[in-house]
């Protein structure tokens, strides 16, 4: 299931981009690139939505 979600990327003064997002809590991502940024960034949200996915179908 694709999900589509904004990130924000920002060059930092080290000369690295760091990706966040608003619309998935804890999305933050370093790269050297954009294209590695945004790639670094999927990987991480998939594990974010997963991660949440396994918390709501544990039980209580």
Same mark, same amino acid.
């Given at each position: 299931?694709?999900?589509i979600a904004n990130?924000?990327?920002e060059k930092l003064q080290e000369g690295v981009y760091l990706a966040t997002s608003e619309d998935i809590?804890?999305?933050v991502a370093q790269g050297r690139t954009i294209t590695e940024t945004v790639e670094?960034?999927?990987d991480v #949200?998939?594990?974010l939505l997963e #991660?949440?996915?396994e918390r709501h179908?544990?039980?209580i």
């Amino acid at each position: 299931m694709e999900h589509i979600a904004n990130i924000h990327i920002e060059k930092l003064q080290e000369g690295v981009y760091l990706a966040t997002s608003e619309d998935i809590p804890g999305l933050v991502a370093q790269g050297r690139t954009i294209t590695e940024t945004v790639e670094i960034s999927r990987d991480v #949200a998939k594990k974010l939505l997963e #991660a949440k996915t396994e918390r709501h179908k544990r039980p209580i």
